[in-house]
């Protein structure tokens, strides 16, 4: 079993929709839990980090952490064609040490 | 300010040619990073270097070899490419005390390994 689980889609949605994405892990060392949006033959970008447990919001977006079950969600509130990527969700336990990403679940949202 | 810079952008090698991938940062991070990132497989580090002058292995080093040249450049050689090394190849970098989440990432290279 790998450490970061996450169905990579793809997801199709309409615009306005509400996206949910997911990960699921086994280490329950992991505090930082982060979610990159990586366009289209682009380098991925942090759009969102959460230490330990709980919820983060920015926007549209809202970023949980459940470390009890070893899982997080993003959800996107009203998506957008832009918001059209793929989604990698990542992992760590401290500074100085190395990311572990998921395999990153493609969103296309049509407007 | 560039952020992370790569070069090649896209490269076609023979198999059992050699070639090196260059990656600068202008940022005065101290920790670099070279990922491959293949279909269905996500990202995968190959290679990092802490800080100026160290090297640790990642998932998949197998084939390549790094010099951290300087604190601003990290390059990724590929000494005899295989089939197996098609890929697409990100470099990244991260301060210290952001480095436990945030990587900011180059654009990339595509290589193709015929």
């Known amino acids: 079993q790998k450490e970061v689980e996450q169905d990579p889609g793809p997801l199709s949605v309409p615009e306005g929709a509400i996206v949910s994405l997911n990960c699921t892990y086994s280490n329950s060392a992991f505090q930082y839990f982060m979610w990159y949006r990586q366009y289209s033959r682009k380098g991925p970008e942090l759009l969102m980090y959460t230490y330990s447990s709980g919820n983060k919001e920015d926007g549209r977006f809202t970023a949980q952490v459940d470390k009890s079950s070893k899982y997080i969600s993003l959800f996107i509130r009203d998506s957008q064609p832009s918001d059209s990527a793929t989604y990698l969700c990542a992992m760590n336990y401290q500074a100085g040490t190395a990311l572990i990403f998921g395999k990153g679940t493609t969103l296309s949202v049509s407007s | 300010n560039a952020g992370v810079t790569q070069t090649p952008k896209f490269q076609v090698l023979k198999t059992g040619q050699s070639m090196t991938l260059q990656c600068a940062q202008d940022?005065?991070?101290?920790?670099m990073y070279w990922y491959r990132q293949d279909p269905g497989m996500g990202l995968r580090l190959i290679y990092y270097?802490?800080?100026?002058?160290?090297?640790d292995k990642g998932e998949v080093p197998n084939g390549y070899n790094v010099s951290r040249l300087n604190k601003r450049e990290f390059s990724l050689r590929l000494e005899s490419a295989a089939p197996s090394q098609t890929s697409v190849y990100f470099c990244?970098?991260?301060?210290?005390?952001?480095?436990?989440?945030?990587?900011?990432f180059g654009p990339g290279t595509r290589l193709t390994v015929t």
């Open positions: 270097s802490a800080s100026e002058g160290t090297t």
């Open positions: 990244a970098s991260s301060s210290w005390d952001t480095s436990a989440y945030e990587q900011y």
């Open positions: 940022m005065n991070h101290n920790s």
